[in-house]
């Protein structure tokens, strides 16, 4: 049953009216859709700029193994380290004796980058440092400090690939995103390079010549090396030293170091001792600068460059700070929904072992009274009712008709069924409906059960049992999807079956069950006059007046072998305006009951247990779990795709095994399992979707309004086990 959405009088629902022209969306639906866009670029651009701009390189340790080279001029390949190609007389740069020129790649890093310079600069010596855009965007203050200690700058590319391996566009991004970072960064662009894995110009093969010869056209002067320290091997502090020095006394050299890609503290050690030793030989300490003879390699850039550059560095800033905060927020979510599953199946399991009576007092055998609302319900309300009148536990079925269009109330009362009666009313909605309902049984317990469900002959009578208990208010069953022949169908049976045989035992055990489904609850009419009966203030009316009788000081119960079917949505579209509903619903309720925080016995017992667990595993932990999807998928682009899948995989596993206990549980099969992997894949991307949705509407404080789903009418009722496994 689903109320009728409101019409302008002296209008036919049916009419054609003439035809409307479109009609542009209102600010309140335009925020519905801006925001989330939004939100999704921001999440995009901040995955994208920190995934790029963070993912990581092996070093120059890796080296590549080029082909023999016959392209490569003679002059370039027994030359000195410094290579100028940017003009047609190509030409190399030695260096003098006595004479080292200390260089330093990979950087710049928080930890090692200062160390390092901290030592230069107690010696007073300079040091050249070829500089990745990526760390200077990231700690764009390290690479300042290097820059007024008056220390030489190079490019060492942005994310330091091997530039033999990517075409000339590519080579001139990477060119470009490093300049833009420096002038972000330090206010300078730099005309000194070194490529990636390169070493002493006699190793150029033919693909790194075409390389050094683009870059030269860009106006680039290479640097290259005289002497390998390999310290990114960490042979001690001594054995860097002596391989800095020149083998030959007296010779010259361009000496390779490391200041980021690992632990340097080798490497700030072998500086105190190298400097002083060379000094003591004689030698001096230049930049590459000095070598060519130029002043510098180095230039301060424009207005322009400068703020370009400063809204690069912010926005890589920004996606680091973004993605750090994610990513706690992701351990303590996932933290949270591991800590739950574990709680889910310890409580489910003591659940399921308690006394079948749940410890009350004889049994509940006097007649009861089962309101059915219905509103154009004609596919269904012939099977609910023939189910109804099977029943094994006497009951009298009033049905509610509320202004059906259809023929629903002339097919109930065509039925002819004994004990039915049904009453017409105009329509005023579910809540309506079901007060009429209440107002017109004539037993002090009520079932309720929407049009679209079957019961079992035993549902009714196990579903009453708990009033046994003076304390007991409202009794929950088990509601199960009658229509789940189609993927879509399987996904919520999945769903169901999870939800009834998980987190409802729990609440259950904690006295705190939120709500009583529409499809299959109970009510003491008592009960249900001291909380206020039916309420239209929320979309929710189930969720709602639960919570009413939880204030009231009623106990609630759930009743796992109570077994209804119910008709699921068949389509996404109708699922989508299901859900949206209920989720924006649970907020109404949530809102409305919010008082319940700082009341009193078992009101407060419901307000500080019930409706914190409601808020944070049923609105907040679902609003933050598409993070592990996204960053499923940054792991897969920018991280390690083995372990993403592994995690993806393992977060899968917990969900099975949760979902197989609950099956078990509830004995059903398990085939319908096979389903899992996508629904975890598909379907929970949709509700992420419906949540946000819901949120955006609450904060924009529209009132969503009934939609009535469109039936099928092909609920099946399985044939009963004759027994149920705990």
Partial sequence: MRRRPDRSPGRSARSPGPRRSRVPLSPRHRFRIVVPLVLLAFVAS?????????????????????????????????????????????RTYRTPDKTIVLTFDDGPDPTWTPRIRAVLDHYGTPGTFFVTGQQTARHPGVLRSVVRSGHEIGVHTFSHPDLTTRSASEVDRELALTQLALAGAAGINTSLMRMPYSSVPSALDDSA?????????????????????????????????????????????????????????????????????????????????????????????DTADRWSGRVFV?????????????????????????????????????????????GWHGPVTRPVSVVVPA???????????????????????????????????????SLALDN?????????????????????????????????????????????QPFADPRVGAVAGNAKVGNRRRLLGRWQHIEYVMGFNLDRRMYDLMSCLPTIPGAVGAFRAEALRSAGMMSADTLAEDTDITMALHRAGWEVRYTPDALAWTEAPSSLRQLWRQRYRWSYGTMQATWKHRHALFERGHAGHFGRLGLPLLAVFQILTPLLA?????????????????????????????????????????????????????QQVVYRQVMYLVLAQACLTAINGYRLPWQRLKRSGDVVLPPQPSTRRT
């Fill in 46 to 90: 901040v995955l994208l700029v920190e995934g790029y701009t963070t993912r990581g390189f092996a070093g120059d340790q890796e080296g590549r193994a080029g082909r023999p080279a016959s392209g490569v001029p003679r002059g370039i390949a027994a030359g000195g380290p410094v290579v100028d190609t940017t003009d047609d007389h190509q």
């Fill in 209 to 301: 010549w075409s390389v050094a010869r683009h870059l030269g056209e860009k106006g680039y002067v290479l640097a290259f090396i005289d002497q390998d320290t390999d310290d990114w091997r960490r042979p001690g502090a001594r054995a860097i030293a002596d391989a800095a020095t020149p083998r030959v006394p007296g010779r010259g050299a361009v000496v390779l170091l490391h200041d980021a890609g690992g632990d340097r503290s080798q490497t700030v050690e072998a500086l105190k001792t190298l400097i002083p030793r060379l000094k003591a030989q004689g030698y001096r300490f230049t930049t590459l600068a000095d070598l060519v003879g130029t002043d510098s390699f180095t230039s301060p850039v």
């Fill in 314 to 358: 912010a926005a890589v800033t920004v996606s680091g700070a973004a993605v750090s905060a994610v990513s706690v927020l992701l351990l303590v979510v996932g933290s949270l929904v591991l800590a739950r599953c574990v709680l889910l199946l310890v409580l489910a399991r003591h659940h399921a072992r308690r006394r079948p009576d749940g």
């Fill in 375 to 413: 509103y154009n319900e004609e596919l269904c309300i012939a099977k609910t009712l023939r189910s109804l009148a099977v029943s094994d536990h006497p009951v009298e079925i009033i049905v509610v008709d509320d202004g059906s269009r259809d023929g629903t109330a002339d097919i109930a009362e």
């Fill in 420 to 464: 039915v009666t049904v009453i017409r009313q105009p329509n005023g909605g579910k809540p309506s409906a079901l007060n009429t309902g209440v107002l017109r049984a004539s037993h002090d317990i009520v079932v309720m059960l929407d049009a679209d469900t079957v019961f079992a002959p035993s549902t009714v009578g196990r579903l009453v």
């Fill in 626 to 678: 598409p993070l592990i999807d996204i960053l499923a998928l940054y792991g897969l682009v920018f991280g390690n795709p083995r372990t993403t899948v592994l995690a993806w995989g393992g977060v899968l596993a917990v969900q099975a095994v949760c979902a197989g206990y609950a099956f078990r549980l509830d004995g059903e099969r398990l085939r319908p399992l096979w389903a899992l992997p996508l």
